[in-house]
């Protein structure tokens, strides 16, 4: 059975940074794409950021520069850090990948920013 368990979420002030943690069981973790999504309240869910198997990655445009996401194949992790955070980054963040045709969710991490 695939898990993708989310970390590291919180309350930050706007110009702030967090790291969130995705850790991944029952799947061989190195091959999948991952990615990382979020939904705001009354708003549809959005790709934030994918990094293939091979370590290739791309962006929504309006976290280009300031967010990263990565990978660590030998713990079974993806990372997203964010950085120069703005009140409209507020979001519940899910870790996504595709088994076959379908789509598994992490249970999302609560990410507020503001003052």
């Known amino acids: 059975q695939v898990q993708l368990v989310e970390s590291g979420g919180g309350l930050v002030q706007p110009g702030g940074s967090l790291r969130l943690s995705c850790a991944a069981s029952?799947?061989?973790?190195?091959?999948?794409?991952m990615g990382w999504y979020r939904q705001a309240p009354g708003k549809q869910r959005e790709l934030v950021a994918g990094?293939?198997?091979?370590?290739?990655?791309n962006y929504a445009d309006s976290v280009k520069g300031r967010f990263t996401i990565s990978r660590d194949n030998a713990k079974n992790t993806v990372y997203l850090q964010m950085n120069s955070l703005k009140p409209e980054d507020t979001a519940v963040y899910y870790c996504?990948?595709?088994?076959?045709?379908?789509?598994?969710w992490g249970q999302g991490t609560q990410v507020t920013v503001s003052s």
């Open positions: 029952g799947i061989i973790f190195n091959i999948y794409t």
């Open positions: 990094i293939r198997s091979g370590g290739s990655t």
């Open positions: 996504n990948t595709k088994v076959a045709v379908n789509d598994v």
